[in-house]
């Protein structure tokens, strides 16, 4: 059975910074790209960054380039989020997702970690 969960979410003030994880199990951590999704209030589910299956490739959106930094440990099955300089337009429900090898068809999902930014 497959399973990602998210942790690292919370309330902070605009200009700080929070670290998210996702740990994965029960899947072949290093054959998926690993990407994190975020979806606001009354919005849809929008792209905020991916890497590949070994690491060496990142994308992330304008929105976020500068300021969110995506990155994996193979060996602890763990996708990461850092973000820093958060504005209020970040908060949402954040999402890891697994895409098998080279594919944009993510197939698995977590439950989502909050993130709040008051201003």
């Known amino acids: 059975q497959v399973q990602l969960v998210e942790s690292g979410g919370g309330l902070v003030q605009a200009g700080a910074s929070l670290r998210l994880s996702c740990a994965a199990s029960g899947l072949t951590f290093h054959t998926y790209t690993m990407g994190w999704f975020r979806q606001a209030p009354g919005k849809e589910r929008a792209f905020v960054a991916s890497i590949s299956v070994s690491g060496g490739t990142a994308y992330s959106t304008d929105s976020t380039k500068g300021r969110f930094t995506i990155s994996r440990d193979n060996a602890k099955k763990t996708v990461y989020l850092q973000m820093n300089s958060l504005k209020p337009e970040d908060t949402a429900v954040y999402y890891c997702?697994?895409?098998?090898?080279?594919?944009?068809?993510?197939?698995?999902w977590g439950q989502g970690t909050q993130v709040t930014v008051s201003s």
């Open positions: 997702g697994a895409a098998l090898l080279t594919t944009t068809q993510y197939m698995y």
